[in-house]
């Protein structure tokens, strides 16, 4: 057998930085503690897979006892779906920290297997969840980071503030001339989407202005991005979903539940067909949650937060890989 | 027509773009939390030299450019065009002012230099980073000075000035770094 020899087999960080790190984590289960949340695990591996058309599962075979011709199983891109079960069959406020897996994904703030904080609070809504969130946050990094007041701004009010027009309005061309105004050049975005728009200037433009010092808030997303979100209606309706920034970094996105089966059953066969518009395999929905949500998910809150991010912030480093003993390259 | 998909984005990719040839300086991966990702990418347009930024949908595709770097020998100027071979197989490609521009001050004949073809044009020459040139023209400087301080200029055998130490005279050969400009020693 040949092995490479030449690979760097050290950590990507320093012991002082996993130290940090471990004392982060603790923290945080220090916080939940106080709070009775509960701490569960819940399977990475699971028969269904996210149907989100911007996310890619992992594949993996089972052949086993049970399984004598094999059998498909997909690493989660989040916890989501088996804590909604839980939370059906009464846990009542729960956490979870565990590792998340999405292909493709790899960056500065992009890691293919990475470790999510993922909580959901029974009878809260998105903004009661986004001042916990906060909370969280700043014991987190306590003695670490200094934070200002936190900041809150409507999804609309951020495109006023820093594109100068609305997001729930604008057509095609606004975006493009917003974009062009700045200097952002862009291929293959002629046919796109208004979400794809909105995305080009939220990352282009917004997102780098965000959580300067402090912590900020966008929330009340386009009912077209509410993803697992309710959808409040209104003119225009909104999807009850919120993301955190810190330093232009995006650490956590929020909802308040969809709990309602027919509708996520909707979202799940609408991604679906997306999936096959744009010549994505498809992949098996999860319909386990559709059978929890028939039974009733209590009314309740949920956020994930990237804890490699909140490490890599509270530890002053560039990038993902200086937060984590081996990223990708070196896993 | 070979293209790159915007997974093997990666700087020092020669790509296409807008007709000219282009090398990627850096290649950054952005993607909101929920969402379409990006490649936000800095590439220099090698044939004018400018960079920009360009954003791609993570996913798309850039034509490759045809561009390979290759060791050439500097043969001769015949005024309008700057001759270079390949030393094996004695190939002779004809580089225009613009693909040398500043690099003519640097070439002697017979140096061996990095030419940079598109569809076997010359696009850029560099040259050797030492180099070894007669200087034509300096003033006389005082004798015994060897602190190296202060200096002078002295015109060199291609035309290129650049600054020595008081002792080194007209007729001497010295060794220059094309990168910064500066003397390194006597020949």
Redesign the interface.
């Known amino acids: 057998m040949k092995l490479d020899t030449h690979s760097d087999w050290r950590p990507a960080t320093s012991l002082e930085v996993l130290k940090r790190r471990a004392r982060m984590l603790a923290r945080i289960r220090g916080f939940f503690a106080r709070r009775n949340v509960l701490e569960v695990e819940t399977p990475i591996l699971s028969p269904t897979a996210a149907t989100?058309p911007?996310?890619q599962s992992f594949a993996t075979r089972y052949t086993g006892p049970g399984k004598p011709d094999g059998c498909m199983f997909y690493l989660q891109t989040s916890p989501e779906f088996p804590m909604k079960r839980l939370l059906a069959s009464g846990s009542g406020s729960i956490y979870q920290i565990c590792k998340a897996f999405r292909n493709?994904?790899?960056?500065?703030?992009?890691n293919p297997e990475f470790t999510l904080l993922e909580w959901y609070r029974v009878g809260f809504d998105h903004h009661r969840l986004m001042d916990e969130t906060a909370e969280l946050v700043t014991e987190v990094l306590e003695g670490q980071f200094r934070l200002g007041p936190v900041e809150k701004l409507s999804y609309r009010e951020a495109f006023l503030r820093y594109c100068g027009l609305d997001p729930h309005t604008a057509g095609t061309d606004e975006f493009a001339a917003c974009a062009r105004e700045r200097?952002?050049?862009?291929?293959?975005?002629s046919r796109?989407t208004l979400?794809?728009w909105?995305?080009?200037l939220?990352?282009?433009v917004i997102?780098p202005q965000l959580g300067k010092g402090r912590l900020t808030f966008l929330y009340d997303y386009p009912a077209s991005?509410a993803?697992l979100a309710r959808v409040r209606p209104g003119n225009p309706p909104v999807a009850e979903r919120f993301?955190l920034y810190l330093e232009g970094a995006?650490l956590a996105?929020g909802f308040h539940e969809l709990d309602n089966a027919g509708e996520q059953h909707r979202r799940f066969e609408r991604d679906l067909a997306r999936r096959k518009h744009i010549g994505l395999p498809g992949v098996p929905p999860d319909g386990s949650l559709l059978a929890a949500l028939e039974h009733g998910l209590p009314a309740c809150a949920g956020v994930a937060l990237g804890v490699d991010r909140l490490v890599m912030l509270a530890t002053g480093g560039a990038s993902l890989a200086e937060a984590m003993a081996f990223p990708i390259d070196r896993a | 027509m070979a293209t790159y998909n915007t997974?093997e984005f990666k700087a020092g990719l020669k790509v296409m773009l807008d007709g000219d040839p282009c090398t990627i300086i850096e290649n950054?991966?952005?993607?909101?939390?929920?969402?379409?990702?990006?490649n936000?990418v800095k590439i220099r347009n090698l044939r004018t030299g400018r960079v920009?930024?360009?954003?791609?949908?993570?996913g798309?595709s850039m034509e490759a450019a045809d561009v390979i770097d290759t060791e050439m020998q500097y043969l001769y100027n015949d005024g309008e065009f700057w001759h270079f071979m390949q030393p094996e197989t004695y190939e002779q490609v004809a580089a225009d002012k613009n693909a040398v521009a500043e690099t003519a001050k640097w070439l002697k004949e017979q140096d061996i230099c990095v030419v940079t073809l598109w569809n076997g044009v010359p696009l850029t020459v560099e040259p050797p980073q030492i180099v070894t040139l007669k200087v034509t023209e300096t003033d006389p400087g005082v004798r015994g000075d060897t602190s190296g301080g202060g200096g002078k200029p002295a015109t060199l055998e291609t035309g290129a000035v650049v600054r020595v130490p008081l002792f080194v005279q007209t007729g001497e050969t010295i060794k220059v770094n094309t990168r910064t400009g500066e003397y390194i020693s006597r020949a």
Do not use: C, M, W, Y
Not at chain 1, 183 to 189: H, K, S, T
Not at chain 2, 28 to 38: E, H, I, L
């Open positions: 989100d911007h996310l493709g994904e790899a960056g500065r703030l992009h200097g952002i050049r862009v291929d293959g975005l796109g979400d794809s909105r995305d080009l939220l990352t282009h997102q991005q993803a993301e995006e996105n | 997974n950054q991966f952005v993607k909101p939390g929920k969402g379409q990702a990006f936000r920009i930024e360009r954003t791609f949908k993570s798309d």
